[in-house]
């Protein structure tokens, strides 16, 4: 008789938020805001950031949406021209990003944002 093993880490439900995705490029120094979201029933997001440019990406979250104070940032490096995929564990009921961009206008910029649940 043979136990049942589910895969490692399984995707119950994952999507794209669209309110932390961006393709407009930025100028020298310039931030892409995203939205603060409701990320009670998620507990992982993974971004990707391509960019000719390198930049800081920051995932904040949040206790409480309507007084949005940082309980926790992580600050993440994106490198120049290459995929940066990076995965962030969320602890706390809202998220959001931010991206800042380096010195040196962008003609390359894509952050895209996925939140999931795995058990």
């Known amino acids: 008789m043979s136990t049942f093993q589910p895969p490692v ?7 794209i938020d669209n309110g932390n995705t961006s393709g407009v490029a930025l100028t020298a120094g310039s931030t892409y805001t995203g939205a603060i979201r409701n990320v009670t029933y998620f507990n992982k997001v993974t971004m990707t950031v391509v960019s000719d440019q390198a930049g800081t990406l920051y995932i904040h979250q949040y206790m409480n949406k309507s007084s949005p104070a940082v309980i926790t940032t ?8 290459t995929p940066n995929v990076v995965n962030q564990s969320l602890s706390l009921p809202y998220y959001s990003i931010e991206y800042t961009n380096g010195g040196v206008d962008q003609v390359t910029f894509l952050v895209a944002s996925k939140v999931s649940v795995f058990l």
């Open 9 to 15: 880490n399984p995707i119950l439900f994952a999507f």
């Open 74 to 81: 992580t600050v993440l490096y994106a490198g120049g021209g």
